[in-house]
């Protein structure tokens, strides 16, 4: 049994986490292959996403990204900030090996 997180989403905050995935993906040199995975991930899961540890770290680091670009042009970020607290705050458990 595996840890994940369960990360319940509509499909505003699906649109959202992939979008900063995929500038993320941009941003970095290299654009890992993982962040595109995840990106794929999201785009499928439907209403549940579970994220294991490395998931969630890329998720959350993505959308604090894709905030701190929306404060420096000026923009708000109020549904960032939404959609972070609700992956911060999502709850573990236990799901059978994949």
Known sequence: MKKHRLLKMTIVDQNML????????????AGR???????EKTLHAGKRLYLDDREFQCAALSLN??????????R???GIDRLLL???NSRQKHLPAR
């Open 33 to 39: 292959v993982e962040l595109q995975c995840l990106a």
């Open 86 to 88: 609700k992956l911060l």
């Open 65 to 74: 990204g894709m905030r701190s670009a929306y404060l420096s042009a000026g």
């Open 18 to 29: 992939v979008k900063a995935l995929c500038d993320q993906q941009k941003r970095e040199e």
């Open 76 to 78: 708000s970020s109020a």
